[in-house]
């Protein structure tokens, strides 16, 4: 089975500054998706960025980008310019491309950014 | 594009009552995850229907869980009888056929005194 760890509970950055959330994953798949999905105090999990194993390059979608360092199992989340809307938790997230189409997630990392 | 919908938002209950949860996906998704998310954890699935039929409920708790997926379309997850340690978030998502993709619902915050 998949797992999904996040190391960092929690974290918190200026306002404008740089900050990196960390996750790792165990799998002996090759070809799956992953996912960084942001949670908000309304509760909706909404997309940030995705990552298909496939590809080298790494995914980008504006201030927010990827370190997917496949053989490290790492696929950790660069968000720059941060913004105080960026505040919440975000949840690393694993789907498998064989079997059924469910995300594993990780435990979160609850970011704060500071005026 | 209407997003998943979910109801209650908020459910307040003793424990050993009933609860249950509605979800209404997107028109045209296929897949519906009903995942349970408890304070401080991400989420886990709890149960998975392609259709109206299930994928995957290896982590539901049959005992007292049960769910169903009306003529492909919206579904119910229902506690019965509910204990202390179900108090947790309950996130519904969809997604389409051979797309990757998800949209999740806002969630029913779940607590059980």
């Known amino acids: 089975a998949q797992t999904v760890t996040q190391s960092q509970p929690e974290m918190s950055v200026q306002e404008a500054e740089t900050v990196t959330l960390s996750c790792t994953y165990d799998?002996?798949?090759?070809?799956?998706?992953l996912f960084w999905y942001k949670q908000p105090p309304s509760r909706q999990m909404i997309l940030v960025i995705r990552q298909e194993a496939y590809k080298q390059q790494n995914a980008t979608e504006n201030r927010f980008s990827v370190n997917f360092q496949k053989a490290a199992k790492s696929f950790s989340l660069k968000i720059s310019d941060s913004q105080l809307g960026d505040t919440a938790m975000y949840f690393c997230?694993?789907?498998?491309?064989?079997?059924?189409?469910?995300?594993?997630f990780g435990t979160g990392t609850r970011l704060t950014i500071i005026p | 594009e209407a997003g998943v919908a979910q109801s209650p938002r908020y459910k307040i209950i003793e424990k050993r009552q009933s609860v249950a949860f509605w979800c209404n996906p997107i028109?045209?998704?296929?897949?519906l995850y009903w995942y349970q998310q408890i304070l401080g954890q991400g989420p886990k699935l709890l149960i998975q229907?392609?259709?109206?039929?299930?994928?995957?409920d290896s982590q539901l708790p049959k005992d007292r869980f049960s769910a169903e997926r009306l003529k492909g379309v919206d579904s119910t997850l229902k506690i019965q009888p509910a204990k202390l340690e179900d108090s947790a978030v309950y996130l519904c998502?969809?997604?389409?056929?051979?797309?990757?993709?998800?949209?999740f619902g806002s969630g029913t915050r779940l607590t059980v005194v």
């Open positions: 799998t002996s798949e090759s070809n799956y998706y």
């Open positions: 229907f392609q259709n109206n039929g299930v994928v995957d």
């Open positions: 028109s045209g998704h296929a897949t």
């Open positions: 997230a694993f789907r498998s491309n064989f079997g059924n189409e469910k995300l594993t």
């Open positions: 998502a969809s997604s389409p056929d051979r797309v990757v993709g998800y949209t």
